[in-house]
């Protein structure tokens, strides 16, 4: 512990995360809702004070979930702090990966801010981001064509068979 999620918008670090702790019988901690708790909406923190705070009072939401025995989903840009990169070096990572084809029908209507582009934006993000998911990732998943349900049985029945060793 922690389990953390990783990947881009959408990929459904939350849902699966959810589920996830569900089966394993541990709290679940989602560092974007713990944002919105202690700063508001994400889209206004953006353009009230800017993507850099955001970014600030993002790293203080990830560093206190880390230190919980809790599955975490931390936002697809979480991973681009140091600090972040440095801690998860010693947890054990699941990667969520998605199609951007999956991603269009996921994202119909988003107020995400670094989606004012469309699908457009999330592929540029995605692809700046990738190689940092990958290299921080102790397992993968692609959950572009799969039901929840079974990504997070495997995944509890991954950490379940780990956890034996």
Known sequence: MPIVFIGPMAAGKTKIGRRVARGL?????DTDKRVVESYGPIPEI??????EYFRIVEREAVDWALG??????????AVLHPETQADL??????????????VEARLGGTKRPLLAG????????????RSTYESLA???????????????????????????D
């Open 118 to 129: 469309g699908i457009a934006d999330w592929e540029r993000i995605y692809n700046l981001r």
């Open 89 to 102: 070096a010693d947890a054990t990572v699941v990667y969520l990966s998605v199609s951007t084809a999956a």
């Open 25 to 29: 019988d541990v709290p679940f901690i």
């Open 46 to 51: 953006f353009a009230r004070e800017g993507e």
């Open 68 to 77: 919980e025995p809790a599955v975490v989903s931390l936002g697809g840009g």
């Open 138 to 164: 102790t397992i993968r998943l692609d959950t572009s064509n799969r039901p929840i349900s079974g990504i997070a049985d495997e995944i509890v029945n991954w950490v379940q068979e780990r956890n034996d």
